[in-house]
């Protein structure tokens, strides 16, 4: 079974520009999460699809971050304008159903400078 | 919201000894405990998770134990190995899965 797919693998840009991430989940599950992980910290959820519907976005910073997930399988999570403090690494999760066990892609380091 | 503390942060062991790292959780409607592996340059790996209505789960070297009173969670490594050096991190699931900060493992030669 292929795992989640992620890309780019990295990414570095300057601050006031865009960048755009791609996750593929694993085949037939149908909720997806995104996650942001600082050095040295733990992932820390941005936001969560259920099939193509918004289950929780509390902590996505929506002035400049977005995420869709159009049919209900790729997502994509675009950040606009990076801020240096964006620096990060971008965590695509995916799982079979809400509460179940998620299984993490190998995730985009992104470098804002 | 949940909040998940993580000890140590950092934790050097001899090869074949053992190892434990141990968190705390603050919400005591939380059911799920997952544990993960992240080795350098890659994401998360799901390697044993423990539901509310358990008290132990073992897996070969892993265990995890859950303390649903004192509301902590453990997790034992034994004869560790090289390839355990990894940093691991505990979670806990209310509504969404909530990390603990890491634990950096050393396995020494």
């Known amino acids: 079974e292929a795992g989640v797919a992620q890309s780019p693998r990295y990414k570095i840009i300057e601050k006031r520009q865009s960048v755009a991430f791609w996750c593929n989940p694993i085949?037939?599950?149908?909720?997806l999460y995104w996650y942001q992980q600082i050095l040295g910290q733990g992932p820390k959820l941005l936001i969560q699809?259920?099939?193509?519907?918004?289950?929780?976005d509390s902590q996505l910073p929506k002035d400049r971050f977005s995420a869709e997930r159009l049919k209900g399988v790729d997502s994509t999570l675009k950040i606009q304008p990076a801020k240096l403090e964006d620096s990060a690494v971008y965590l695509c999760?995916?799982?079979?159903?809400?509460?179940?066990?998620?299984?993490f892609g190998p995730g985009t380091r992104l470098t804002v400078t | 919201g949940e909040n998940v503390e993580q000890h140590p942060s950092t934790l050097s062991v001899q090869e074949g000894d053992s190892a434990v790292i141990k968190c705390t959780y603050s919400?005591?409607?939380?059911?799920?405990f997952p544990w993960y592996k992240q080795e350098l340059g890659k994401g998360p790996q799901l390697i044993i998770d423990?539901?509310?209505?358990?008290g132990e789960k073992k897996d070969q070297r892993i265990a995890v134990t859950l303390n649903k009173t004192a509301k902590h969670f453990s997790l034992h490594i034994t004869e560790t190995q090289p390839e355990d050096s990894a940093v691991y991190f505990c979670?806990?699931?209310?509504?969404?899965?909530?990390f603990g900060a890491g634990t950096t493992v050393t396995v020494r030669a």
């Open positions: 999760a995916s799982s079979s159903g809400l509460g179940y066990e998620q299984y």
């Open positions: 085949s037939g599950h149908a909720t």
């Open positions: 699809f259920q099939n193509n519907g918004v289950v929780d």
């Open positions: 919400d005591s409607a939380s059911n799920y």
């Open positions: 423990i539901r509310s209505n358990v």
């Open positions: 979670a806990a699931i209310d509504y969404k899965l909530s």
